[in-house]
């Protein structure tokens, strides 16, 4: 009879095998429509039938062919564990750039979270990620606003700022102090508004987090580089709760920032 590992093989070695269980659990579907559907020939779907049958997964009806109760639960495990592997695999080359508190979210969480990376031919995409955030919130609290302070993101900051956006930021003084000197004119304008307060704090994560309305943010930061490796965004209010408390934790022992000592 072999091992589950057998089955298991047997299903991923070709990439039509679950897809075509998992269309037969919806409905009855004929050998020509699951070629279409997988895009295989009828002579490698009707091998694919015939084992599907010696396992008792399927049974004929008539000239379609529909999951039995065996299949539909294989279907729904196969379906769940590449679930579980493209989660992996999306969180693999950041995980070392997360939060600790991640780790202990349950799967279910890690599903929920967007990751966009940095790649060579487009090293801007997490911070183009955060623009289009950007423009869909009402408010913005951010710890370590970094990715918020790049090109392009910065421009569109200041506009949103002119038209109301209620914002608070929080980093540590030696960016304040780089980033007041080198655009003056627009940090003093930002500054002089109601709806902008800037905040400065001695010892940050060294990663991100952005409150908005309907999202949170965790920016991952390469050290050495000082880039933005990855953003990492999602609307789950496990992870919301959790940000929040770090955030209010850094703002209870953050202080405003001086423009007369900073701006010059």
């Not at 679950?18 to 295989?40: D, I, Q």
């Not at 997964?57 to 000239?63: F, L, M, P, T, V």
């Not at 539909?72 to 579980?84: F, K, Q, T």
């Not at 999306?90 to 780790?103: M, N, Q």
Request: net charge negative; aromatic share 8%; hydrophobic share 35%.
């Amino acid at each position: 009879m072999g091992s589950a590992i057998v089955d298991i093989a047997y299903l991923a070695r070709s990439e039509h095998r679950v897809p075509t269980l998992v269309a037969l659990t919806e409905r009855p579907r004929s050998r020509s429509e699951l070629c279409e559907l997988a895009g295989v020939s009828s002579s490698t779907m009707r091998r694919t039938l015939d084992e599907f049958d010696d396992r008792l997964w399927i049974r004929k009806d008539g000239y379609q062919y529909v999951a039995t109760r065996l299949g539909e639960a294989i279907a729904s495990g196969m379906g769940d564990l590449i679930e579980r592997v493209e989660t992996e695999r999306k969180l693999r080359h950041v995980w070392h750039w997360l939060p600790d508190a991640i780790s202990e979210f349950p799967f279910e969480t890690w599903s929920e979270l967007t990751v966009t990376v940095a790649e060579p031919d487009a090293p801007y995409r997490p911070v183009g990620r955060f623009e289009s955030l950007l423009r869909e919130t009402a408010t913005l609290r951010f710890l370590r606003p970094e990715v918020a302070l790049m090109d392009p993101c910065f421009d569109v900051l200041h506009q949103l700022i002119e038209e109301g956006l209620d914002t608070t930021l929080i980093d540590r003084p030696e960016c304040h102090t780089y980033f007041l000197s080198t655009y003056p004119n627009r940090s003093s304008e930002m500054m002089q508004r109601d709806n902008f307060t800037i905040l400065e704090h001695d010892d940050l994560s060294p990663y991100g987090i952005g409150l908005l309305d309907e999202r949170v943010t965790i920016s991952c930061y390469d050290q050495d580089s000082g880039t933005v490796r990855a953003l990492v965004d999602t609307d789950a209010p496990a992870v919301r709760e959790w940000a929040k408390s770090v955030y209010e934790t850094y703002r209870s022992g953050a202080r405003p920032v001086e423009p007369q000592k900073n701006i010059g």
